[in-house]
């Protein structure tokens, strides 16, 4: 079953890679750049977004990374004193905090509540909103970096 792991490492690594830098491209310039515009029309931008970001591709990657990682987690638990099993757990745990658990604790109820805003109410939801939501990204990228950073060395010395 260990000869597994370093196979779903690998394909863990690279779902990881693709939300985290999904999630680098919002901290990095997307959410300013929404900001830039008037507020109803970055609220309206971001709501289209959240609205449509719900899709199969996405929620392949992003319910099924978690999954990869609960599976490394589980294969490399009872060894960690081996080569690479400590980063490659902490590497697993790291995304299941930062970009799996921050988004479903914090993000997706500020993207609800968002989605039940009206235009009107743009100007003083919309900045509320943004600063919230910024601050939960930032952590969650900043954990999904080291996840990958974590996975990438474990895998190298397994």
Do not use: E, K
């Not at 449509?52 to 591709?57: A, F, G």
């Not at 745990?93 to 968002?114: E, M």
């Amino acid at each position: 079953m260990h000869d597994l792991l370093p196979l779903l490492v690998v394909v863990c690594v690279t779902a990881a890679g693709i939300v985290t830098g999904l999630l680098f491209a919002f901290s990095n310039f997307a959410l300013r750049a929404l900001a830039d515009l008037p507020d109803a029309h970055g609220m309206f931008a971001m709501q289209q977004i959240n609205a449509r970001i719900q899709n199969p591709l996405f929620l392949v990657l992003f319910l099924g990374t978690p999954l990869l990682c609960v599976a490394i987690a589980v294969l490399t638990a009872g060894s960690l004193a081996a080569p690479g099993r400590l980063a490659l757990f902490a590497g697993a745990v790291a995304y299941l905090v930062g970009p799996f658990g921050i988004t479903v604790l914090f993000n997706v109820p500020l993207n609800n509540r968002l989605a039940n805003t009206s235009a009107d109410d743009a100007a003083r939801a919309w900045p509320a909103y943004r600063r919230q939501w910024q601050r939960w990204n930032h952590i969650r990228t900043a954990l999904g970096v080291l996840s990958l950073l974590l996975l990438a060395g474990g895998l190298a010395r397994v």
